[in-house]
C-alpha cells in the first residue's frame, strides 16, 4: 500500500485496550494482500466485529452507505463473488464485477493505469488472481483499499471466515489443535498465518513435496513465537489428526494446477479426510473445508454431509466475516451509524 487517503470520519482517540475502536482507526484504508498484513489485535477486531455483524446486521445496515466496489476476477468463484456482493449490498454500498477469466489483468493496459482510473470511481477494489504479485502491485498503486480474494499465494478471507467457525465452535481458537490435511496451497498458507496470530495449535500434513512455501512456514513460525501458537509440519497424516479439535482439507489441485490433476491423485490418495481418518481426531472434532470440495477425492461424502461437518457454516461466514473487514477498511460507521466518507 503507497500513502493513502483515510476516509475516517473525525472521531475520539480510541480507549487503550479497546481492540475494535482502535482498529477503526489502524485499518482504515488499508489492504488485505496477506493475513500477514494484519496484527493480531487487528484480526482480534475483525473477528469482534463479523460476530457482532453476523448477531445484529441491522444494525450495519447503512455502515458503507451508497460505498462503491469493483471487483476482478480471473478465476471462477461461487461463495466469494455472492458473499462480496451480498455484504456490500447489505451495508448500503453497491458492486461490480469485472469477467477477467478470458484476458488476465494488466494484459490490455498495465495495473498502474487501471488502479489510477479505478480509484476516482471506488471506494474498494477486491481481486482474484493467478499471480499474488498482481493484486500486491495493484495495491502498491491504488489510493482504495485492494483486498485479496484468493491468489495463488493466499486466500485471506477464507481464513477469516474459518476461524469465526472455529470461534464460534470452540468459544475462541486460542489453544485449539487445528489440522490441516492435504496440499499447502493458498488456502492452507492463509490458515496457517491466522492460526499463528490467533495462539492456535496448527499441524500441516501433506505429501512430500506438497507442503507449504518455506517463506509463508518462516512467516508463520515467527508470528506464532510471538503469540504462543505452534506450528508443526508433517507427512503422517494419522499422527497429525490424532486428537484433533478441527480437521481442514481442500482440493488436491488448485485453479490454475489443472493440467497436474492425474499425477497428484496417487500422491493425495493416502491424505483422503474419511471415516477412518476422522476417527483419530477428538470426538467433538469438526471437519472444515473452504469448498467448492471434489467428492470423494480429498473427502468422502460421509464425512462431508456427516454430523462433524460445518462447511457451510464456514460458507455462512464469509459473508459475515467480509463485511466486518469492509467496513474497518473503509472506515465505515459501527453501530447503527450512517457512514459519512464521500467517495
Ligand atoms: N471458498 C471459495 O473461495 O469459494 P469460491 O471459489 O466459490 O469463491
Ligand atoms: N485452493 C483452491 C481454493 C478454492 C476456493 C484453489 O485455489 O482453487
Given at each position: ?6 476516509a475516517v470520519d473525525e472521531k475520539a482517540p480510541p480507549q487503550e485496550g479497546n481492540t475494535l475502536e482502535m482498529a477503526t482507526v489502524t485499518l482504515a484504508g488499508r489492504d488485505l494482500c496477506s493475513i500477514a498484513d494484519l ?98 502491485e495493484m495495491a502498491e498503486y491504488s489510493k482504495v483499499p485492494v483486498i485479496n480474494a484468493l491468489s495463488d499465494l493466499e486466500h485471506p478471507c477464507q481464513a477469516l471466515a474459518d476461524f469465526m467457525t472455529v470461534e464460534e ?175
Amino acid at each position: 500500500m503507497a500513502s493513502k487517503v483515510f476516509a475516517v470520519d473525525e472521531k475520539a482517540p480510541p480507549q487503550e485496550g479497546n481492540t475494535l475502536e482502535m482498529a477503526t482507526v489502524t485499518l482504515a484504508g488499508r489492504d488485505l494482500c496477506s493475513i500477514a498484513d494484519l496484527s493480531r489485535s487487528e484480526i482480534a477486531a475483525i473477528m469482534e466485529l463479523a460476530h457482532s455483524v453476523k448477531a445484529s446486521p441491522a444494525d450495519y445496515r447503512f455502515s458503507l452507505d451508497a460505498r462503491q466496489m469493483v471487483m476482478f476476477f480471473e478465476k471462477a468463484s461461487l461463495r466469494t463473488r455472492l458473499t462480496f456482493e451480498a455484504g456490500m449490498n447489505t451495508l448500503g454500498g453497491s458492486t461490480m464485477f469485472v469477467d477477467q477469466t478470458q484476458s488476465p489483468l494488466g494484459e490490455r493496459e498495465s495495473l498502474a493505469d487501471i488502479a489510477r482510473n479505478v480509484e476516482r470511481w471506488v471506494s474498494l477494489i477486491v481481486l482474484r488472481t493467478y499471480s499474488h504479485e498482481t493484486i500486491t502491485e495493484m495495491a502498491e498503486y491504488s489510493k482504495v483499499p485492494v483486498i485479496n480474494a484468493l491468489s495463488d499465494l493466499e486466500h485471506p478471507c477464507q481464513a477469516l471466515a474459518d476461524f469465526m467457525t472455529v470461534e464460534e465452535r470452540f468459544g475462541t481458537a486460542r489453544g485449539v489443535k487445528f489440522v490441516y490435511v492435504g496440499d499447502g496451497n493458498n488456502v492452507c498458507h492463509s490458515l496457517m498465518l491466522t492460526a499463528a496470530l490467533l495462539g492456535t495449535h496448527c499441524t500441516v500434513a501433506s505429501p512430500k513435496g506438497y507442503g507449504p512455501k518455506q517463506e509463508i512456514t518462516a512467516q508463520a513460525l515467527r508470528i506464532a513465537g510471538e503469540s504462543g501458537a505452534t506450528l508443526t509440519l508433517t507427512h503422517d497424516v494419522v499422527g497429525a489428526v490424532r486428537g484433533a479439535d478441527a480437521v481442514y482439507t481442500d482440493v488436491c489441485t488448485s485453479m490454475g494446477f489443472e493440467h497436474e490433476v492425474t499425477k497428484r491423485a496417487p500422491i493425495f490418495k493416502p491424505y483422503q479426510v474419511n471415516e477412518a481418518l476422522m476417527a483419530h481426531a477428538a470426538p467433538h472434532a469438526v471437519f472444515m473445508h473452504c469448498l467448492p470440495a471434489h467428492r470423494n477425492a480429498e473427502v468422502t461424502d460421509a464425512v462431508l454431509d456427516g454430523p462433524q461437518s460445518v462447511v457451510f457454516e464456514q460458507a455462512e461466514n464469509r459473508l459475515h466475516a467480509q463485511k466486518a473487514l469492509m467496513v474497518l477498511l473503509l472506515g465505515g460507521g459501527l453501530n447503527g451509524s450512517r457512514d459519512t466518507a464521500t467517495t
